[in-house]
Nanobody, 116 residues
Framework: QVQLVESGGGLVQAGGSLRLSCTAS????????MAWLRQAPGKEREFVASHVHKDGNTYYADSVKGRFTISRDIAKNTVYLQMNNLKLEDAAVYYC?????????WGKGTQGTVSS
């Protein structure tokens, strides 16, 4: 049974930082592209960042470039999202995603709240 468990969310002031973690089990971690997406109240879920397993390339939404960093620790089956210089508009539930050609798995999400 595949599980993706996110952690690290919380409340932070604007300009602060959070580090999200997503630990995967039940899958061969290095065979999946790992991604973070987020959903704010009343908005659709949107792409934030991804780490491609095949070549290690990373991709970011324009809104987070230069502030967020995605990384992967294969030994720990964990993907991280380091979020710096947080803005009010970054407040959302952040979801971890593992995808391959045939599979697509989601975590339950972790809440990130940014206060002014």
């Amino acid at each position: 049974q595949v599980q993706l468990v996110e952690s690290g969310g919380g409340l932070v002031q604007a300009g602060g930082s959070l580090r999200l973690s997503c630990t995967a089990s039940g899958l061969t971690f290095n065979q999946y592209t790992m991604a973070w997406l987020r959903q704010a109240p009343g908005k659709e879920r949107e792409f934030v960042a991804s780490h491609v397993h095949k070549d290690g390339n990373t991709y970011y939404a324009d809104s987070v470039k230069g502030r967020f960093t995605i990384s992967r620790d294969i030994a720990k089956n964990t993907v991280y999202l380091q979020m710096n210089n947080l803005k009010l508009e970054d407040a959302a539930v952040y979801y971890c995603n593992a995808n391959s050609t045939n599979d697509d798995y989601w975590g339950k999400g972790t809440q990130g709240t940014v206060s002014s």
